[in-house]
């Protein structure tokens, strides 16, 4: 089983549309939850960090489930411009430098 | 502000050549790390380094070596190219370890090796 896991899409959806991911992971020590957002042949940048209360930045929201072992991120009201892959990323280790990426979902919004 | 900046962008390689990967950052980071992506496989940590003069493995360090040449600098070696090694090659920074807050990535260099 992969540390982390993520359905990889793609995700067709029109404008407008609410949108959820899901993601797995396998180390139920993990301390440290990210989403992060990569555009078509750029690099990855952080989306938003997830707690455990959930957070939420505008139409993004993120949530963690401690006790399912999953992140989820849901996307309201979606832009043309949200098109990306979102990875997952999941620090098990709760040390630098041990984060463990997903390999991502890939979003397309249409007109 | 130029951020973390790689070289080269792309590179072609034979097998069995060497060739370094130089990454600086100029936002006074303490820890660097070197990624790769394929396809289907999300990104791969290669090598990290918590703070200047150490370094450590990650995930997948067979057939790469690092260098913390200082604290902007962080380089990526490749002694004899493979061409399973081909791929995308991230460089990132972070204040303090990943774990606790954001990585800032460069741009990406693309690597082929025939």
């Known amino acids: 089983r992969k540390e982390v896991e993520q359905d990889p899409g793609p995700f067709n959806v029109p404008e407008g549309a609410t949108v959820a991911f899901n993601c797995t992971y396998s180390?139920?020590?993990?301390?440290?939850f990210f989403w992060y957002r990569q555009d078509c042949r750029k690099e990855p940048k952080l989306l938003m960090s997830?707690?455990?209360s959930g957070n939420e930045d505008g139409r993004f929201t993120a949530q963690l489930n401690r006790a399912s072992q999953y992140i989820s991120l849901l996307i309201r009201d979606s832009k043309l411009s949200d098109s990306a892959t979102y990875l997952c990323v999941v620090n098990p280790y709760n040390q630098g430098g041990k984060l463990i990426f997903g390999q991502g979902t890939e979003l397309s919004v249409k007109p | 502000n130029a951020g973390v900046t790689q070289t080269p962008k792309f590179q072609v390689l034979k097998t069995g050549q060497s060739m370094t990967l130089q990454c600086a950052q100029d936002?006074?980071?303490?820890?660097m790390y070197w990624y790769r992506q394929d396809p289907g496989m999300g990104l791969r940590l290669i090598y990290y380094?918590?703070?200047?003069?150490?370094?450590d493995k990650g995930e997948v360090p067979n057939g790469y070596n690092v260098s913390r040449l200082n604290k902007r600098e962080f380089s990526l070696r490749l002694e004899s190219a493979a061409p399973s090694q081909t791929s995308v090659y991230f460089c990132?920074?972070?204040?303090?370890?990943?774990?606790?807050?954001?990585?800032?990535f460069g741009e990406g260099s693309r690597l082929t090796v025939l």
């Open positions: 180390n139920s020590a993990s301390q440290s």
């Open positions: 380094s918590a703070s200047e003069g150490t370094t």
């Open positions: 997830v707690y455990s």
């Open positions: 990132a920074s972070s204040v303090e370890g990943a774990g606790a807050g954001e990585l800032f």
């Open positions: 936002m006074n980071h303490n820890s």
